[in-house]
């Protein structure tokens, strides 16, 4: 079982390091826009630095040749699993997959974001098909093109496992305890649920990073991510 993703929602350097202080144990960390538009690649080396794995989510979507020079130079940073939007297309995620040659960093697509409902996409995109299609639709496109896997929510993982591969990557954001408030995500899940719906990974941020104690609510969610609990 993979290890829970912690979203480092953080604004410094400064923070990141006293979170990260308060664990004794390599994590799985999500460095996201916020952060790396604060403190750029350094912060990227300096966490690699200290033993653990990154997700580095920077959702890139433009034109393909601008995606994969991106992606050349995100490769040397050396990070274990990066993304692109679907919606940027197949070219443009193929183009993604040639600017990591020979980099071992895996490449996942985002489908749709955990804060969008149908409602909205069909209102925001006029994409008027059901969001569970949308969802697949961009899981498949990102299968052609030879990516990793997937960002989707856990209420789509398990149809794309059946589409896609159960070695298909379905990282799934929006993962909250039962206790905890859901904040902007409108399609959420508990870590027990989003083991038995086939989620491969799981992203979790504030019920971590804004938890009294982190390490235990980490611990905790580990727990049930893995079925101990």
Known sequence: MNKPIIA????????????????????FVKVGME????????LVRFIKSQGHDIFLDLKLHDIPNTVESAMRGLAKLKVDLVNVHAAGG???????????AGSETKLIAVTQLTSTSEEDM????LVYVSLEESVLHYAKRAMQAGLDGVVCSVLEAEAIGEACGQDF???????????????????????????????????VGR???????PAESYAQIQAEWSGKS
Do not use: C, W
């Not at 952060?35 to 350094?42: A, D, K, M, S, T």
């Open 8 to 27: 480092l929602d953080f604004a410094s350097k400064q923070q990141v390091e006293e979170f990260l202080a308060q664990f004794s144990e390599p994590l």
């Open 35 to 42: 952060l790396y538009f604060q403190e750029g690649p350094e």
């Open 90 to 100: 197949l070219e443009m995620m193929q183009a993604a997959k040639r600017g990591l």
């Open 122 to 125: 069909h209102e925001d995109q």
């Open 169 to 203: 990557l379905r990282v799934t954001p929006g993962i909250r305890p039962a206790s905890v408030s859901a904040d902007d995500q409108k399609r959420v899940a508990t870590p027990a649920q989003a083991r038995i719906k086939g989620s491969t990974h799981i992203v």
């Open 207 to 213: 019920a971590i990073t804004k938890a009294e104690n």
